[in-house]
């Protein structure tokens, strides 16, 4: 059974930091690509960041503008998304999305509030 399960939400005020965790089982961590995306209320869900297998290729959305960092730890499949500098506009729930031979996976979600 695949699961996706994703921590380190929570409430923090602008300019502060976050990092999200998501743990993967029930597939092979390892030669999947990793991907964080976020959903606020109205709007579609987005990309926000995405990591290939080995960490070839990592890829920001424009908006993230050198604030998060994503990685990998396949040794605990587990991949990892390093927030800083966030603002309100950063508000939404965390999704991490798992892509392995075709095949596409999704956590439950975690919410991060940006607010003072």
């Known amino acids: 059974q695949v699961q996706l399960v994703e921590s380190g939400g929570g409430l923090v005020q602008p300019g502060g930091s976050l990092r999200l965790s998501c743990a993967a089982s029930g597939f092979t961590f390892s030669t999947a690509t990793m991907n964080w995306y976020r959903q606020t209320p109205g709007w579609e869900r987005e990309m926000v960041a995405g990591?290939?297998?080995?960490?070839?290729?990592?890829n920001y959305s424009d908006f993230v503008d050198g604030r998060f960092t994503i990685s990998r730890d396949d040794a605990r499949n587990t991949v990892y998304l390093q927030m800083n500098s966030l603002q309100p506009g950063d508000t939404a729930v965390y999704y991490c999305?798992?892509?392995?031979?075709?095949?596409?996976?999704w956590g439950q979600g975690t919410q991060v509030t940006v607010s003072s």
């Open positions: 999305n798992a892509n392995e031979l075709g095949r596409t996976y």
């Open positions: 990591i290939t297998r080995g960490g070839t290729i990592i």
